[in-house]
């Protein structure tokens, strides 16, 4: 089975710009979570997706925004990139199927730079 | 604020021996609590959880432990292998939103031979 696939893996951005990343959950999860990893902050949830609804969001900008399509397909939006954005930005899925449903599946990562 | 801690930043262990990796958390809400290896480039890898209705886990050479009233666990690995160098992070979730998880910083594990 396909594991979680992100794409791009690298992307330099300038300030002001806006970006786009994708996210292929593994083969029968419908649920898809996004994590900004920082150096020194950890992995920090940004939000969830399920059955194309946002279930569980963190506390970031309204910047951030994401959708997730009805093949459980989910990209990530970010507007207005500042400095402090750049990051390696992780993709996890899971089953989803219910809310106690805690192994989840990362990808690689999407690394942005933002100049 | 800093829910999941893991204060350090790095171990050193030798081959053999017993690797100790230690978090703390603050969220008394935490019921569920996981941990996930890193090796460069690729993303984290799910490694053993507990339930906080347990105070001990097992599975091969890595055991977790929790003290919930001191709002601690540990990841025992016996004994360290050179392929366990990698950063390990602590992971928290409360019930009903079991995608949400809260990491720590990361502990990096060298493993020496």
């Known amino acids: 089975k396909a594991g979680v696939t992100q794409t791009p893996r690298y992307l330099i951005k300038t300030r002001g710009q806006q970006v786009t990343l994708s996210c292929s959950p593994i083969s029968g999860h419908r649920s898809v979570s996004w994590y900004q990893q920082t150096p020194g902050q950890g992995l920090q949830f940004l939000f969830e997706?399920?059955?194309?609804?946002?279930?569980n969001k963190g506390n970031f900008p309204g910047r951030f925004s994401g959708r997730q399509f009805s093949n459980s397909r989910s990209e990530m939006n970010v507007s207005t990139l500042e400095l402090g954005d750049s990051a390696l930005y992780l993709c996890a899925s899971s089953l989803g199927a219910t809310l106690n449903d805690y192994e989840q599946y990362f990808g690689p990562g999407t690394r942005l730079t933002v100049t | 604020d800093q829910q999941v801690k893991q204060n350090s930043p790095s171990l050193s262990v030798q081959e053999g021996r017993i690797s100790i990796l230690n978090c703390d958390y603050t969220?008394?809400?935490?019921?569920?609590f996981l941990w996930y290896k890193k090796y460069p480039a690729e993303g984290p890898t799910f490694l053993i959880s507990i339930s906080s209705i347990k105070d001990k886990n097992e599975d091969g050479r890595f055991t977790v432990f929790l003290n919930k009233s001191a709002k601690h666990l540990s990841l025992h690995i016996v004994p360290s292998q050179p392929g366990d160098s990698a950063v390990y992070f602590c992971a928290a979730s409360e019930t009903g939103t079991a995608s949400k998880l809260t990491f720590g910083t990361g502990t990096r594990l060298q493993v020496t031979l």
């Open positions: 969220n008394s809400m935490f019921d569920y």
């Open positions: 997706y399920f059955s194309e609804t946002q279930r």
